[in-house]
């Protein structure tokens, strides 16, 4: 059974930081890829930033040179580091994990950055 918790979203202004964590239960996470998604009001889940079991990483155009995620199998945890936050980064994050067929996702947490 696979369960993700995510936190350290909140409210900050634009030009400001955070880190999102995804803590993951079960025996999958160091051969799973895990991903950080995120969906704006009025519009679709979309993908941010993915890492692989092997740590190669993929990140949107919107997010590159901003964001950086990193995975710590040892506490099976993901992390999403976000700099130069802008306005249009407010969303709801969520985590994924993904193994063969498989998605599981975290219950989402709030990011709103104020202009």
């Known amino acids: 059974q696979v369960q993700l918790v995510e936190s350290g979203g909140g409210l900050v202004q634009a030009g400001g930081s955070l880190r999102l964590s995804c803590a993951a239960s079960g025996s999958i996470f160091s051969i799973s890829a895990m991903g950080w998604y995120r969906q704006a009001p009025g519009k679709q889940r979309e993908l941010v930033a993915t890492i692989t079991s092997g740590d190669i990483t993929n990140y949107a155009d919107s997010v590159k040179g901003r964001v950086t995620i990193s995975r710590d199998n040892a506490k099976k945890t993901v992390y999403l580091q976000m700099n130069s936050l802008k306005p249009e980064d407010t969303a709801v994050y969520y985590c994924?994990?993904?193994?063969?067929?498989?998605?599981?996702w975290g219950q989402g947490t709030q990011v709103t950055v104020s202009s």
């Open positions: 994924n994990l993904h193994y063969q067929i498989r998605d599981y």
